[in-house]
C-alpha cells in the first residue's frame, strides 16, 4: 500500500510518514525542497521500510501533477494521502498583509484541493482510499491567526464534502485537529513572542486536562488509525487531537 504525506520533512509530517512507513506502507514524502525530505526517507529505510523525498510546492497544479505522477512511477497507486502541509504567518487582523492572508491560503486550502484531486482519481478507479487532512483546535478561533483558523475551518468544510462525494467509491475523507503539539513551528511561535519553549510547553500543558503538551506521534497514532483498512465505516468526521474535549 502506498502513502503520500506532504509536508512530511519535520515535525507531524515527518512523525505520520515513519509510523505509516511502520505499518508497512511505502511513503512518498512531499515537501517544499526535495533535499529537506532526506532526514525522513533516510529514517523510514533505516528502520527497514520503503520511502522517497519528492520536492513539490503544493501551491501550484502543474508541481503537484508532476508529484503524484513520480509517486505513482516509483512506488505504485496511492491509496493514502495525508494533506499535512501547512505554514502559518500570524498577525492581529489590522497588521496582516495580502501576502500573509494569500500564502496560508494557498498552502493549505489551495494545497488540499490539488493534492485530493489528482490522488483521487487514482482511488475512484481502485475503489479504495483512505485521505486525512490536517486541521486544527485553531479552527475554532485564535487570536492572531485569522487566516490560519479560516482556512483549518475550511478544510473540515472541504474534508465532510469528499466524505459524501468520495464514499461511494470506497474512499473515505476525515480530519485530524491538533491542539498545542511540540514541534519546530510551535517553537519559532514562543520565539516570536519572547517567551521560553519550555515554559510555553508547560503554560499549555497546565491548560489541558491530560496536563501535558502533544506531541507529533499522538497525531500520526491516530492518523495510522483513519488511513487503515479497518477505519473504512469511519469517514466525514474531525478528530480533535488536544489532550481534552474540543468542537
Not at 533516510?42 to 501550484?60: L, Q, T
Not at 508529484?67 to 516509483?74: G, P, S
Not at 494533506?83 to 489590522?94: E, Q
Amino acid at each position: 500500500m502506498v502513502a503520500i504525506v506532504t509536508g512530511g520533512a519535520r515535525g507531524i509530517g515527518a512523525a505520520t510518514a515513519r509510523r505509516l512507513a511502520a505499518d508497512g506502507m511505502a511513503v512518498a514524502v512531499i515537501d517544499l525542497d526535495e533535499a529537506g525530505c532526506r532526514t525522513t526517507v533516510d529514517a523510514i529505510k533505516e528502520a527497514g521500510g520503503s520511502a522517497i523525498g519528492v520536492g513539490a510546492d503544493v501551491s501550484d497544479a502543474d508541481a503537484v501533477a508532476a508529484a503524484v505522477e513520480r509517486v505513482v512511477a516509483e512506488l505504485g497507486t496511492p491509496a493514502v494521502l495525508v494533506n499535512n502541509a501547512g505554514v502559518i504567518r500570524d498577525n492581529l487582523l489590522f497588521k496582516m498583509t495580502d501576502s500573509d492572508w494569500d500564502t496560508v491560503m494557498s498552502v493549505h486550502l489551495r494545497g488540499a484541493f490539488l493534492m485530493t484531486r489528482a490522488v483521487q482519481a487514482h482511488m475512484v478507479e481502485a475503489k479504495y482510499g483512505r485521505i486525512v487532512n490536517l486541521s486544527s483546535t485553531s479552527a475554532l478561533g485564535n487570536r492572531g491567526q485569522a487566516n490560519y483558523a479560516a482556512a483549518k475551518a475550511g478544510l473540515q468544510g472541504f474534508t465532510k464534502t469528499l466524505a459524501i462525494e468520495l464514499g461511494p467509491f470506497g474512499i473515505t475523507a476525515n480530519a485530524v485537529a491538533p491542539g498545542f503539539i511540540v514541534t519546530e513551528m510551535t517553537q519559532a511561535t514562543a520565539e516570536r513572542m519572547g517567551v521560553d519553549f519550555e515554559a510555553f510547553q508547560a503554560a499549555r500543558a497546565k491548560e489541558t486536562p491530560v496536563r501535558r503538551p502533544g506531541y507529533p506521534a499522538d497525531i500520526a497514532h491516530t492518523i495510522s488509525f483513519l488511513a487503515s483498512e479497518g477505519a473504512g465505516f469511519v469517514t466525514g468526521q474531525v478528530i480533535y487531537v488536544a489532550g481534552g474535549p474540543r468542537g
